[in-house]
């Protein structure tokens, strides 16, 4: 591992660069065996204690040969877990900065390692936990029978930061992931939204609060693209970091077709629903929230019906955080449209007029979705998009209250 590990440092890569795909390769392959053993640590650590646990109970029928077993199998489980943790951290450590390749499969082939990394680092701190509980009851148990000599022999608790590998990986791999994102290629972008989604679910959404709320701007500039219009800010960007010898091959979006964008755009809707359903997730998007329905509101009244279905799951998701927000916003642009027809009765004499509710704004920049993000970035909306979005969204309010 560390002689694949050099080959894909920067000169490694320099010397070799037709090597650079087969040893990701490589890494690949020990990334998803270290993933798979990973996978059965937890049920295994839990199978574990749960033995431990039913002898403890029986403590004074158990010999001490036992008790040396069950030392022995600790120690071992213990130094095997850790084993699959380094080389699931060596993998995550060797292809990050590949994740800024501008080189397409080079890029896929860097996230699909750091997805599975990750996954395996995960697994190996759920069974540490399970370790950690087994631990203390052993030496418990063993203090109690006064088996002092025994006891001695279990191994020192490691350093905490020895098994907090999670957080601190992830805190690498993200400026990676946020310039994977920033080099616009369309294939390696939708992976990388797919990735993301995935890996604040695994981590948790409130170590990405800050960092979606910092770097977001990245990937909600992926939604007000074309078809909605071309985005010069980007070419106003500063280029990612190139060495001397690194070949440019950033596509201009004026060369990218018209569905490449809206690939780009469903994966990051998508992301954003993903995010939102998973309650361990959604804390990541608390910060830009208003933002986000926003925008999503923007696109789902826009007359743009290859984004609807996406634009509407996002939505979906958005309601399941805050659904005041998301129906002010839907119905802040239906009865702006319909403030020129006959609006429908309310619903109980005793409730007021929609107008009294939500007073019609005196120009088109007081509407709440233009405030909040929505016709700031140039969409267009549609009637009978609106229409359908405040139907849809009107049919799925009552599950929120």
């Not at 650079?20 to 199978?47: D, H």
């Not at 509980?133 to 002092?148: M, N, V």
């Not at 294939?187 to 797919?194: D, I």
């Amino acid at each position: 591992m560390c002689r694949v590990s050099i080959e894909l440092e920067i000169l490694g890569r320099h010397q070799h660069p037709d090597l650079t795909m087969p040893f990701l390769k490589a890494v690949a392959e020990i990334v998803k065996a270290s993933k798979r053993e990973a996978c059965l640590l937890p049920p295994q650590a839990e199978s574990f204690s749960t033995d431990v646990r039913s002898t403890i109970s029986n403590a004074k029928e158990t010999p001490q040969d036992q008790w040396e077993v069950i030392s022995f199998k600790l120690n071992d489980s213990r130094r095997y877990r850790r084993t699959v943790g380094s080389i699931a951290g060596s993998c995550i450590t060797a292809a990050i900065p590949l994740l800024a390749s501008f080189k397409q499969d080079i890029c896929l082939a860097s996230l699909d390692i750091i997805e599975s990394g990750l996954l395996a680092i995960a697994k190996v701190e759920a069974a540490y936990k399970h370790e950690r509980g087994i631990k203390e009851a052993i030496e418990e148990a063993l203090e109690s029978l006064s088996l002092y000599q025994l006891k001695d022999t279990l191994e020192a608790t490691e350093e905490e930061a020895d098994e907090n590998r999670l957080l601190p990986a992830m805190n690498k791999i993200w400026p990676f992931l946020v310039t994977c994102i920033q080099n616009r290629n369309p294939v390696a972008v939708r992976r990388c939204l797919n990735v993301i989604s995935n890996v604040v679910q695994i981590c948790g959404g409130d170590f990405f609060t800050r960092r979606f709320h910092t770097d977001g701007t990245h990937f909600w500039k992926l939604l007000t693209t074309s078809p909605f219009r071309k985005m010069s800010n980007f070419k106003d960007e500063k280029t990612p970091l190139q060495l001397p010898y690194r070949n440019s091959s950033v596509t201009s979006e004026d060369s990218l077709a018209e569905t490449s964008y809206l690939k780009v755009q469903i994966a990051v809707l998508n992301m954003v629903a993903d995010l939102c359903s998973n309650k361990r997730s959604a804390t990541a998007l608390e910060l830009v929230l208003k933002k986000l329905c926003g925008l999503a509101v923007g696109i789902a009244c826009s007359n743009v019906a290859g984004l609807r279905h996406a634009s509407l799951n996002a939505l979906h998701g958005l309601a399941s955080i805050d659904p005041d927000l998301v129906w002010l916003l839907l119905a802040d642009i239906y009865y702006s449209i319909k403030k020129n027809d006959a609006l429908p009765p309310p619903p109980r004499p005793d409730l007021p007029e929609i107008s009294e509710i939500i007073p019609l704004p005196s120009s088109p920049k007081e509407y709440l979705y233009v405030q909040y993000g929505g016709q700031s970035y140039g969409f267009d909306i549609d009637l009978a998009s609106v229409e359908f979005a405040f139907t849809k969204i009107d049919s799925q309010y009552q599950m929120y209250n």
